[in-house]
């Protein structure tokens, strides 16, 4: 199923699909993809005035080891609420936390080459130009020395590739954005897929 445009449409109907994906991710993890002892827990967290939702993939021993951040029009309705998202992002590799960023929304005035670019430059300074012709970003960073990031670049209409969420430096699962994506999508009310499928 091609990704849609979540841009044409009410910030409120993308944080219903928002919600219900975290929790397909979740029980995807939880359901056998995680190793014996990890788990996955969708986890509120403040974001400017608003809340969100993170999954966080917990270690044996209860420590966050990977975050999975799928951005909401939210993260870009301000350079504040912007700031606010890079920043954690930026704190959670530092702090040895990888991170997956899902950013199905195009690039805004605030972040004009994308939200890994925003991320990106908190580490090093590198030449990166988000081409026009697929503005949506999916990310994985491993949070080794030196960080390392993996990225893909789609556009609307595009199946979302399974992206990898790191457990440390070198193991990492697979997360089925596709197929949770779809199905997801397949639990939507009809006059909400009727509207964002324009």
């Known amino acids: 199923m091609p990704v849609h445009d979540w841009s ?11 919600q219900a994906w975290s929790i397909g991710i979740r029980n995807a993890l939880n359901g056998g993809l995680l190793p014996k002892g990890y788990s996955a827990l969708v986890e509120q967290h403040e974001v400017s005035a608003a809340r969100a939702n993170r999954i966080a993939i917990r270690h044996p021993l209860g420590e ?3 975050v999975i951040e799928i951005v909401s029009p939210g993260n870009k309705s301000s350079r504040r609420a912007l700031r606010a998202f890079v920043d954690k992002t930026v704190g ?13 929304f195009p ?14 430059d908190e580490f090093q300074d590198e030449l990166f130009r988000l081409p026009k012709e697929t503005p ?36 990492y ?11 997801t999508w397949a639990t939507c009310p009809e ?7 324009g």
Not at 191 to 197: F, L, S
């Open 173 to 183: 699962v697979q997360i089925p954005l596709e197929a949770t994506y779809q199905s």
């Open 8 to 18: 044409r449409v009410d910030a409120n109907l993308f944080h219903d699909f928002h």
């Open 64 to 66: 966050v080891v990977s």
């Open 191 to 197: 006059d909400m897929r009727a509207v964002i499928e």
């Open 92 to 104: 959670f590799l530092q702090q040895g936390v990888h991170v997956l960023v899902v950013d199905l």
């Open 136 to 171: 949506l970003t999916l990310a994985a960073y491993v949070a080794a020395f030196p960080k390392t990031a993996y990225v893909e670049l789609l556009a609307v209409g595009d199946r979302l590739p399974d992206m990898p969420a790191y457990l440390d430096e070198d193991r």
């Open 107 to 120: 690039p805004s005035v605030r972040d004009p080459d994308g939200i890994h670019k925003a991320i990106w």
